[in-house]
């Protein structure tokens, strides 16, 4: 089993930014990559951003190119987004993703092991 744990959401005015990270624990595989995915209100999940564990690898929506960035960090088995310029649009439940094959994807069903999520609310 793998466990992911989010932190770092809240409240920020649009314009602001957010880090939010996502501790990694449990099984490892030998090459796995991660996820970050949203889903607002009355929203379908959407993909966010994805980064593949141990190569340098990343994936990133149109929606959020150039304002988020994906990266991990091996040696705290976290993963991190960054988020700059956020728009009230960005409001919505943030979750990481893990997946056991080491190529970075947008599809929710290839991920095999989820975190709770964290808030994320840009005020306008």
């Known amino acids: 089993q793998v466990q992911l744990v989010e932190s770092g959401g809240g409240l920020v005015q649009a314009g602001g930014s957010l880090r939010l990270s996502c501790l990694v624990s449990?099984?490892?595989?030998?090459?796995?990559?991660m996820g970050w995915f949203r889903q607002a209100p009355g929203k379908e999940r959407e993909f966010v951003a994805a980064?593949?564990?141990?190569?340098?690898?990343?994936l990133y929506a149109d929606s959020v190119k150039g304002r988020f960035t994906i990266s991990r960090d091996l040696g705290k088995n976290t993963v991190y987004l960054q988020m700059n310029s956020l728009k009230p649009e960005d409001t919505a439940v943030y979750s990481c993703?893990?997946?056991?094959?080491?190529?970075?994807?947008?599809?929710?069903?290839?991920?095999?092991?989820w975190g709770q999520g964290t808030q994320v609310t840009v005020s306008s």
């Open positions: 993703a893990a997946r056991g094959a080491w190529r970075p994807v947008s599809l929710s069903s290839e991920y095999h092991y």
């Open positions: 980064v593949s564990w141990r190569v340098d690898s990343t």
């Open positions: 449990g099984r490892a595989f030998s090459s796995y990559s």
